[in-house]
């Protein structure tokens, strides 16, 4: 309750859009001075990574370090998959079968049955809009796996700049290893009924029931410090600077032939207004690609506005909070980053339409 107290009180202590003022040489001394009260007030820790396309000015402030990405790695993912397309050696109305080793929990396909098709176009879709696990481990599977994923995403971020993403079902084994080494065995359907428990003593509890073990044998019982020690492992985490990179590149047009840009910017959302996180932040407006990813204490969100304009007027946003409740008190953090934002660089609508 006291940190959903602050974070209201953030809301109300900052600008409000209306007074938004029109960009200049000192956007980013506008910018700092909010970002950094914001950190300041915020408990937790908070990166930010801004950057016009149309004169390569940037701002960071915590950019430079690896934070985890949690679910933003499907961008990267679907990168991957629609350069298989471009390059021949996929089509968007190939079919993959759901196997059972596909399964993982979020979304709607891990409850139908194997053998169960779907296009890869749909997948995609079902992947970037829906946030599907199961979807986005079977785009993984038909791409060839985890290894030209990630040779993809190197070129694209840099390979300093990121560790080793994962198929989303090792991303739980991992976790869970940290409980009990045994947990890298189990299959994916008792992956799935663990994560039906919520995390606490009744997770623990349920991986103790799949793996038939006693409490004394585990070697945590505390899933805070297990998701601690997984994110120091480094996988499925990029600098917010690499990441910022590789959307610099996707709006630029480096990345993709023009149908599969088309493809992705309709899977990011664009022209449709969530409301939710950064987006809450700008002008109704302001054309937005995004995607945003939670895990454990952990949330992140990063976009292109003003996506089909590319360098002439295309901006790059990417946040992330970390030790901060990933579903109710980051959400009102990174509204204020894109509140921010909008206030430094994006002018108000009636001096937008007057000009």
């Known amino acids: 309750m006291p940190t959903l107290l602050l974070l209201l009180g953030l809301l109300l202590a900052l600008p409000t859009k209306s007074e938004a003022q029109d960009d200049g040489p000192d956007w980013r001394a506008r910018l700092r001075s909010q970002v950094e009260a914001l950190d300041r007030q915020t408990p937790g820790a908070l990166g930010v990574y801004v950057k016009r396309l149309d004169n390569g000015e940037s701002y960071s402030h915590g950019a430079d370090q690896r934070w985890y990405l949690g679910s933003m790695t499907k961008i990267p993912i679907a990168i991957a998959v629609l350069q298989q397309i471009d390059a021949g050696r996929l089509r968007p109305d190939s079919a993959v079968a759901l196997q059972d080793s596909d399964r993982i929990d979020v979304g709607k396909l891990v409850w139908e049955k194997a053998g169960t098709r779907h296009t890869v176009a749909d997948l995609l879709q079902r992947m970037l809009r829906d946030s599907d696990n199961t979807a986005a481990n079977m785009l993984i599977r038909a791409a060839g796996g985890e290894t030209p994923l990630n ?43 663990v994560a039906g428990a919520p995390i606490g003593p009744q997770r623990v509890a349920a991986l103790q029931r799949a793996l038939k073990v006693q409490a004394g044998d585990m070697q945590l019982r505390d899933f805070d410090e297990a998701y601690a020690r997984y994110y120091r492992h480094g996988n499925n985490s990029a600098t917010l600077e690499g990441y910022g990179a590789m959307l610099e590149k996707l709006a630029r047009g480096e990345l993709l032939k023009p149908e599969s840009q088309a493809r992705m910017n309709e899977g990011l959302k664009l022209g449709i207004y969530t409301n939710h996180r950064l987006q809450a932040g ?14 454990h204490l952990r949330a992140c969100h990063g976009g292109v506005i003003h996506p089909e304009d590319g360098a002439a007027r295309g901006i790059v946003v990417v946040a992330c909070t970390a030790e901060l409740d990933e579903q109710k008190a980051a959400g009102p953090v990174l509204q204020r980053v894109g509140q921010a934002v909008a206030q430094a660089l994006l002018a108000p609508p009636e001096r937008a339409t007057a000009r």
């Open 151 to 193: 040779k993809s995403a190197q070129a694209a971020i840099g390979e300093s700049r990121m560790g080793e993403l994962t198929d989303f079902a090792r991303v739980r084994r991992d976790v869970y290893a940290e409980l009990h080494p045994a947990a890298r065995r189990l299959s994916n359907a008792q992956l799935v009924q």
């Open 282 to 295: 700008l002008p109704r407006s302001a054309r937005f690609i995004h995607k945003t990813g939670t895990q």
